[in-house]
């Protein structure tokens, strides 16, 4: 049995913060990522952290505005929103990959990552 269970979206004004958490249970993971998808709009990848030496990557559009971390204790991660604009309303979806890869570049496609949540709505207004 394994799940992801993301939590912590809302509704912000503008220039707020919210912090996303997931949950994972079952197992433990290579890597867990942050994908949003917006409404007619496709998936899109947020930022990721290998679990073992804590390397992160972020999209640009969210380089200096959110970070991604992780606890172990919990089997948790995290994604601290700031600056927060209209632009990143969308659902936020937490995914998990379990076997190793090479290379930061294949973690940003969603075809890289085998389990997901259900996702969180994150609205932010203007």
């Known amino acids: 049995q394994v799940q992801l269970v993301e939590s912590g979206g809302g509704l912000v004004q503008a220039g707020g913060s919210l912090r996303l958490s997931c949950a994972a249970s079952?197992?433990?993971?290579?890597?867990m990522g942050w994908f949003r998808q917006a409404p007619a709009k496709e998936r899109e990848f947020v930022a990721a952290i290998r679990w073992s030496c804590s390397s992160t990557y972020y999209a640009d559009s969210v380089k200096g505005r959110f970070t991604i971390s992780k606890d172990n204790g919990k089997t948790t991660v995290y994604l601290q929103m700031n600056s927060l604009k209209p632009e990143d309303t969308a659902v936020y979806y937490c995914a998990g990959r379990e076997t190793i890869i090479s290379g930061f570049s294949y973690l940003q496609l969603a075809a890289a990552y085998t389990y997901w949540g259900q996702g969180t709505q994150v609205t932010v207004s203007s």
């Open positions: 079952g197992r433990t993971f290579y890597a």
